[in-house]
Every structure is written in C-alpha cells, then in structure tokens.
C-alpha cells in the first residue's frame, strides 16, 4: 500500500504556471505507473496524464498537451506536474493517483485502474 500527498496547488491568473508535487510514502514507489486526475465543481473526476514506473512513457489527456509535464524521480518518491499556461478551464481540484497492477506497457486513463489516491490540491486560474 502506498500513501499520497499532494502540494503545490493554489491560486494563478491566467498564462501563469503552477507545478504539482505529489509526495508518496513507502519503499516500492517505482512499481507504481502514476496519473494525475483533476475534478471541477459538478463534473466527473478526469485524467489529466500519466507516468510509467521508469518514466520513461508518458500520456495526456489532449486538453493538456504542449502545456503540462508530467515527470517522476524514483529516488524521492515524487511524481510532479508542471502546468503551464494555465487557463480558466483548468480549475480544479487535482489528485495524484497510483495503479499497482496494470502492465508495464499500459497506461490508463481510467480511474477505476487506479488503486490509490491522494486527498487533492486545489488550482484556481482567475481569468
């Protein structure tokens, strides 16, 4: 089992950036692929992208492409998100999420195929 604790949420105008940190607990950090998922008031939870254990794959949900980064240092137990020219329309709540059993070569972007979940951090973008 794996704890999550994600930071680095807050307020930014729009154009600005914001980088994410998610900091996990225990020793088998890089047997976990990790995502990034966000929910806005009223909506579903969504998924923003996602990391391979070596970090060397990665996938975005397209609204974030050309602006987010998702990267990971397996020796810190951190996985981060870099946002950059944020927008209005990227308010949310953000969550880090770990998934323990899917295969080496698949990264989802389901929420259900992930096993565990930080608490969130909020990002507010003002227009």
């Known amino acids: 089992q794996v704890q999550l604790l994600e930071s680095g949420g807050g307020l930014v105008q729009a154009g600005g950036s914001l980088r994410l940190s998610c900091a996990a607990s225990?020793?088998?950090?890089?047997?976990?692929?990790m995502g990034w998922f966000r929910q806005a008031p009223g909506k579903e939870r969504e998924f923003v992208a996602a990391i391979s254990r070596g970090g060397g794959n990665t996938i975005y949900t397209d609204s974030v492409k050309g602006r987010f980064t998702i990267s990971r240092d397996n020796a810190k137990n951190t996985v981060y998100l870099q946002m950059n020219s944020l927008k209005p329309e990227d308010t949310a709540v953000y969550y880090c999420?770990?998934?323990?059993?899917?295969?080496?070569?698949?990264?989802?972007?389901?929420?259900?195929?992930?096993?565990?979940w930080g608490q969130g951090t909020q990002v507010t973008v003002s227009s």
């Open positions: 225990g020793r088998a950090f890089s047997s976990y692929i």
């Open positions: 999420a770990a998934d323990q059993t899917s295969p080496a070569i698949v990264l989802s972007r389901g929420v259900s195929r992930y096993d565990f």
